[in-house]
């Protein structure tokens, strides 16, 4: 599902995408990418039921897909393009759906749009993701997030 071909493929996707992109202090990108996964499919077991909405591993709508297209940096987008050859400017939202690098890409890149850094405990990544990625609009919450990464 997702293009996955096992959970470790997702694992060492997490971790290449955060070698490259930056993975923050104590490898907090890298568990705010595993946990955003685990809250938002279930680490690609939960098969996604909304048409036109939520693509991929890591659920992106439209409005953060192009904010991510619009405001990376032209530095992060080279280096993608040179390290993945991917031209981000040039995905499709579509695309995401069955591609579990080019969702975690986009996951990446969206966290490194918000402000601050990501914190060092669960229930602090937690409360970044609901602000930042689930946000006032969407029916996740600080406890789904947290029980689904217990």
Same mark, same amino acid.
């Given at each position: 599902?997702?293009?996955?071909? &096992?959970? *470790?493929?997702?694992?060492? !996707?997490?971790?290449? =995408?955060?070698?490259?992109? #930056? ?6 990108? +890298?568990?705010?990418?595993k946990e955003t996964a685990m809250a938002e499919? +279930?680490? #690609? ?7 036109? &909405?939520?693509?991929?591993?890591? *659920? ?5 897909f192009d904010d991510v297209v619009q405001r990376?940096?032209?530095?992060? %987008?080279?280096? !993608? %393009? %040179? =390290?993945?050859? /991917?031209? /981000?400017?040039? =995905? &499709?939202? $579509?695309? $995401? *759906?069955?591609?579990?690098?080019? &969702?975690?890409?986009?996951?990446? $890149? ?5 402000? #601050?850094? /990501?914190?060092?405990? $669960?229930?602090?990544?937690? *409360? ?7 946000t006032k609009l969407g029916a996740g919450t =600080?406890?789904?997030? /947290? %029980?689904?990464?217990?």
């Amino acid at each position: 599902m997702y293009g996955l071909i &096992s959970k *470790q493929h997702l694992d060492d !996707i997490i971790t290449d =995408v955060t070698n490259t992109l #930056g993975d923050g202090s104590n490898h907090t990108a +890298h568990l705010l990418l595993k946990e955003t996964a685990m809250a938002e499919t +279930h680490y #690609g077991d939960t098969p996604d039921t909304h048409l036109f &909405s939520g693509y991929g591993l890591f *659920q992106f709508d439209k409005p953060g897909f192009d904010d991510v297209v619009q405001r990376t940096s032209q530095r992060n %987008k080279d280096l !993608i %393009k %040179k =390290v993945y050859n /991917i031209d /981000i400017d040039q =995905v &499709s939202l $579509l695309a $995401l *759906q069955w591609s579990p690098l080019l &969702s975690t890409i986009f996951a990446r $890149l969206f966290y490194l749009l918000k402000p #601050g850094t /990501i914190p060092d405990t $669960l229930e602090g990544r937690a *409360q970044y993701w609901k602000h930042y990625y689930n946000t006032k609009l969407g029916a996740g919450t =600080v406890e789904h997030y /947290i %029980k689904a990464n217990l």
